[in-house]
């Protein structure tokens, strides 16, 4: 799975977007683009995936640049309940290595 | 739908004792992951199991092992525990091989004393 970067933490006003950078430079063609989630003391949760196109979901929207090097999840209207270690995963989905690595993550931390 | 379920979800145990732990699986999902977490090492992929196999290991010695039965229920167990094994240990069940969307279950806390 391609390696990828995320800034160790962020802070976002209540009401606003939060735009949560990945780095992923070295992703392969077949690789999606995870996202999860993990708010203190619970199972991580899963957001949004995605390969070439944007996608939205009732979460967040994921957006991948054309190259495919970085993506970004936009949280459109943060709430203090989205205060959360964000992951991003490259992963591909079909070959044979079934298992999520995850990194540091972001820590977002969402602010009255 | 019910989500992912972890028994126990507090466990207190001495080192050199051994410990069981238990999930199921959402209703359906035949996939099951488990990851140990650790202030220190992060989220840590243990094992996954399809269909009663063990399809991929995470670099952790051959004290922590698991199973996974006909109903997609998983058990694992970690042998003579060690003072290290002190974590949340979280299991992770998706619908099915091609599948990548894992739903977590809460987690079991497992302290060594």
């Known amino acids: 799975d391609a390696k990828t970067t995320q800034p160790t933490s962020m802070d976002c006003a209540e009401g606003r977007a939060a735009n949560l950078p990945c780095n992923h430079s070295?992703?392969?063609?077949?690789?999606?683009v995870y996202w999860y989630r993990q708010i203190h003391s619970q199972g991580p949760q899963y957001i949004i995936h995605g390969l070439k196109n944007n996608e939205t979901n009732e979460m967040a929207s994921l957006i991948i640049t054309e190259d495919r090097k970085s993506s970004t999840l936009i949280l459109p209207h943060a709430t203090l309940r989205d205060t959360a270690v964000y992951y991003c995963i490259a992963y591909y989905s079909g070959g044979s290595n079934y298992k999520l690595t995850f990194g540091k993550g972001t820590l977002l931390t969402v602010n009255p | 739908k019910a989500g992912v379920t972890q028994t126990p979800r507090y466990l207190i145990k001495t080192r050199g004792q051994q410990v069981t732990l238990s999930c199921s699986p959402i209703?359906?999902?035949?996939?099951v992951s488990w990851y140990q977490q650790t202030p220190g090492q992060g989220l840590q992929f243990l094992f996954e199991?399809?269909?009663?196999?063990?399809?991929n290991k995470g670099n952790f010695p051959g004290r922590f092992s698991g199973r996974q039965f006909s109903n997609s229920r998983s058990e694992m167990n970690v042998s003579t525990l060690e003072l290290g094994d002190s974590a949340l240990y979280l299991c992770a069940s998706s619908l099915d091989e091609i599948s990548y969307e894992q739903y977590f279950g809460p987690g079991t806390r497992l302290t060594v004393t």
């Open positions: 070295t992703i392969s063609g077949n690789e999606y």
């Open positions: 199991y399809f269909s009663e196999t063990q399809r």
């Open positions: 209703s359906g999902h035949r996939s």
